[in-house]
């Protein structure tokens, strides 16, 4: 196993402050990516950021790695940590970590196995903020959710 590659990935620091949410239904919660979510106009149900979405986050699931029920909400409540101050190591799902990185935004991506992390060098909605990252082996970097981006599509 190289060096930067990690087991785990998610919460590792910071505020932990959230609320209950109900899941969107047959969601994909893949081990080893993140757990990052929008909020679903209409229904009221977090949804799995997928690649590049040009959404607003909401926050990360403190959930299982597992794909969700087919009906909207059957799984129970998860903690959805919305506090700004929360710090994530996410994996690297696209771009090559540089020190110059780090305080630039970038987006939330999805590979084509569905395990969400950072699409670095991309911002078009700027979802994330780099904190820090694997210089050696690019593997995983550390983010925290950029408050300018979070929140709710269409709220008017």
Avoid: H
């Avoid at 109900?22 to 977090?46: C, D, H, N, Q, W």
């Avoid at 690649?51 to 909400?73: H, M, N, R, W």
């Avoid at 082996?137 to 408050?147: A, G, I, Q, S």
């Amino acid at each position: 196993m190289l060096d930067g590659v990690q087991l785990r990935y998610g919460w590792v620091g910071g505020g932990k402050s959230g609320q209950p949410v109900k899941v969107y239904a047959s969601e994909p919660i893949l081990a080893p990516g993140s757990r990052f979510v929008e909020m679903s106009t209409g229904a009221g149900y977090a949804s799995f950021l997928d690649d590049q979405d040009a959404v607003e986050i909401f926050g990360s699931l403190e959930c299982p790695y597992k794909t969700f029920s087919a009906t909207s909400g059957l799984d129970g409540a998860f903690l959805c940590i919305t506090d700004i101050t929360a710090v994530y190591k996410v994996p690297v799902e696209t771009g090559t970590f540089a020190i110059t990185d780090i305080g630039d935004t970038c987006d939330v991506g999805l590979s084509s196995a569905n395990l969400q992390g950072a699409y670095l060098q991309a911002s078009t909605v700027e979802q994330l903020i780099v904190l820090q990252g694997d210089i050696q082996n690019n593997e995983w970097c550390l983010v925290r959710m950029n408050p300018n981006a979070q929140g709710l599509v269409n709220s008017a």
